[in-house]
């Protein structure tokens, strides 16, 4: 573990409050899921927030980044607002998409946030193109893609990463490894131990990292990234960490044993977070539970609001059309 309080300009306390909006944010939305508020499935991220909020922390707001249907953390790290992001979920007009994309689609290119991908791996050779993008206009921005385990098994990731390596473009490929694709463990589906072994046939660099140690989530993405943006060409980032709850909401996650579930919710990176706080006299147990409250209940405000938001007009469905 890294000492936290060093790189970076997100200090551990922001990164720490980001990652209980998210926690809250995910608990909001299986409640509103079981009121049968959210149409269609919903794919929470919990337990994988310090790979959000560390990258995020570490990226420059006109950088670019693409991830998936579990992305609601992705798109809250980098700063969208719950409410907007809850109205979507819930197919609102003032969602941030006015209510067309839903859970699986939250984008704000104002925010760098250029797209939830529901297709395994489709939100990689996007990436490549926006990095080859910056490369061409000299712009200096870097694009980051977030994607699992289970993609790395999809032709497109093997496509993506070999043009970023031929092209030296500046790409950050990030995997979150929670060692499940939707119901199947990892050694099921995939020969190597360890995923960033794969950039070796690119020719690519590649590093395995704790994805659930928001601090050195960050440090690393934050030199990783200043080492991309300086032309040092794509790397592959291996984030190792646990995916809490069930794959999507019709899931219970009974497959999984239960020492392995227990382990992992001991690392728990909220957990780790708070003890790194409390250790470094950062803040006191008490003002850290103030605080936590206070985001819990700021998040719940916002859905509250978002849930009395109006439905989209249905003159609005041929609008924002690319035709
Ligand atoms: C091309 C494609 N194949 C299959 C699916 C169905 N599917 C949705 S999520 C998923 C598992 C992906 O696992 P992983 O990449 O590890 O991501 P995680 O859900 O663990 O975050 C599958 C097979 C899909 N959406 N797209
Ligand atoms: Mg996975």
Known sequence: MSDSTTAGTIDLLEMWKRMVLIREFEATVQRLYEKGLVHGSTHLCDGQEAVAVGFAAALQASDYSTYTYRGH??????????????????GRATGVNHGKGGSMHLT??????MGSFAIVGAGLPVAVGLGRAAQMSGDNRVSVTFFGDGATNIGAFHEAMNLAAVWRAPV??????????????????TPVDDIAERASSYRMRSIVIDGNDVAEVRDQA?????????????????????????????????YRPSEEVERWLARDPIVITRAQLLDQAVIGADEIDRTEAEVQAQVRAAAARAETAPWPNPEAITGDVYA
């Open 222 to 254: 934050t030199a990783l990234i200043a080492e991309t943006r300086a032309g040092k060409g794509p790397i592959l980032v291996e984030c190792k960490t646990y995916r809490q709850r069930g794959h999507s909401r019709s899931d219970a996650a009974k």
């Open 108 to 113: 704000d290119s104002r925010l760098g946030l």
């Open 172 to 189: 950050v490929f990030v995997c979150e490894n929670n060692l499940y694709g939707e119901y199947s463990r990892i050694d099921l589906t």
């Open 73 to 90: 953390g992705h798109a809250l790290a980098r700063g969208m607002d719950p409410e907007a992001a809850f109205a979507e979920i819930l």
